[in-house]
T-cell receptor, first 113, second 112 residues
Framework: EAQVTQNPRYLITVTGKKLTVTCSQNMNHEYMSWYRQDPGLGLRQIYYSMNVEVTDKGDVPEGYKVSRKEKRNFPLILESPSPNQTSLYFCASSSTGVRQPQHFGDGTRLSIL | GESVGLHLPTLSVQEGDNSIINCAYS??????FIWYKQESGKGPQFIID?????DKRQGQRVTVLLNKTVKHLSLQIAATQPGDSAVYFCAEVNQAGTALIFGKGTTLSVSS
């Protein structure tokens, strides 16, 4: 089954404790991205990757890092999480870019205390 | 700046009715638009897309209309079912062609 898998689905942690949210897709997609979803603000892009070893900032990249060492994986790293990063995070992928339907994971709900 | 908005935050319909969800966009140069459905606890799910060289596109029970003159997008759902209850988002591609700009969503409630 074609899917985008995120882990963990839920996480409660404390300020400053490094965490990684994993994202994996099994569709051989080149394009992957991360969004955060906040009430009243909708979905906003954090980072995106056009292909392996090619990543770039989206609209809200502060406090986040990503890597793309393999085509299927695109982890989101919070090196020193802060409470304002409490949010619902989605990973998405598509074949070659944004002008195609994006396949979204089911989300990761992060709470930073 | 770029923004994609929806006219109504909520829409309530009866089962079997046709639903129309509206969206206004601001970037007249946008060339790709897409509608997503998001159910509680899940990620956005693709419904239908349309490119700027088209005015209308039909899928299974859904139709998207694009009016570039007034920068308006709509999603029509025929014979709405309880399973259609969800939040619906429109989105457009940003000017750089690197991200989707999402509207804030319309919650569709279908009563039987």
């Amino acid at each position: 089954e074609a899917q985008v898998t995120q882990n963990p689905r839920y996480l409660i942690t404390v300020t400053g404790k490094k965490l990684t949210v994993t994202c994996s897709q099994n569709m051989n997609h080149e394009y992957m991205s991360w969004y955060r979803q906040d009430p009243g603000l909708g979905l906003r892009q954090i980072y995106y990757s056009m292909n392996v070893e090619v990543t770039d900032k989206g609209d809200v990249p502060e406090g986040y890092k990503v890597s793309r060492k393999e085509k299927r994986n695109f982890p989101l790293i919070l090196e020193s999480p802060s409470p304002n990063q409490t949010s619902l995070y989605f990973c998405a992928s598509s074949s070659t870019g944004v002008r195609q339907p994006q396949h979204f994971g089911d989300g990761t709900r992060l709470s930073i205390l | 700046g770029e923004s994609v908005g929806l006219h109504l935050p909520t829409l309530s319909v009866q089962e079997g009715d046709n639903s129309i969800i509206n969206c206004a966009y601001s970037n007249s140069a946008s060339d790709y638009f897409i509608w997503y459905k998001q159910e509680s606890g899940k990620g956005p799910q693709f419904i239908i897309d349309i490119r700027s060289n088209m005015d209308k596109r039909q899928g299974q029970r859904v139709t998207v209309l694009l009016n570039k003159t007034v920068k308006h997008l709509s999603l029509q759902i025929a014979a709405t079912q309880p399973g259609d209850s969800a939040v619906y988002f429109c989105a457009e591609v940003n000017q750089a062609g690197t991200a989707l700009i999402f509207g804030k969503g319309t919650t569709l409630s279908v009563s039987s």
